[in-house]
């Protein structure tokens, strides 16, 4: 990440950052057989957008969906972008029965139609990156203003919505995300079959 690199190059004109290219079996490999490494092979898989990857081979085995409902608290920027390319490229609509916030707004945005349940929530921050020690760090949002722009999101809003900071979260009232054109309309809970699964997680359940 940027942060990261700004951090251990500061002051140190002497360091280049090089950028290794391999193929997924490559790295599993290596990163296999590495002892004592801070980074397990198992990092790898939440790095490669595994989301998004599931929900593309989920379209193409289900090609007569129309609608996406989302529930989250949010994750990669990166992840939600990529989802939001599929919603957009299949002309999906897209459905937030609870919550749906951070990054899982953009993804949200991308929809033909954008649906929120009449007390559902859409939260909004400005990006961050890691710290090196886990502080958090604001990173620029230029991207996630063009993308909320792009989307239709009144540019108002959208520089609003991530001047808030990184660690803290902003839950605009349902009728102004209706004025900024981040939602299209507020849907009362019988507009959709239900699908939070918190009864039957399984995909009998869904």
Known sequence: RRAYRDVLVRGRGAVRIVYLEGD???IEGR???RQGHFMPAGLLVEHAMVQAARLAALLAAHPAVTRI???SEGGL?????AIGDLIAARGLATYVPDYCVSACTLAFVRGAERYL????RLGFHAPYDPGL???????DAAAERAAYVAAGVDPAFAAEA????SDSLWIPEPA???RARVATALVDTDRFPDSTLDDDPSPAGA
Do not use: D
């Open 69 to 71: 409902h989302l529930t």
């Open 24 to 26: 997924r079996a490559l």
């Open 117 to 120: 349940l009449t007390n559902g």
């Open 31 to 33: 990163l296999a057989r």
């Open 133 to 139: 020690f886990g502080q958090v760090v604001q990173a």
């Open 162 to 165: 991530l001047a808030v900071a």
């Open 176 to 178: 102004r995300l209706i």
């Open 77 to 81: 920027v990166e992840e939600a972008t």
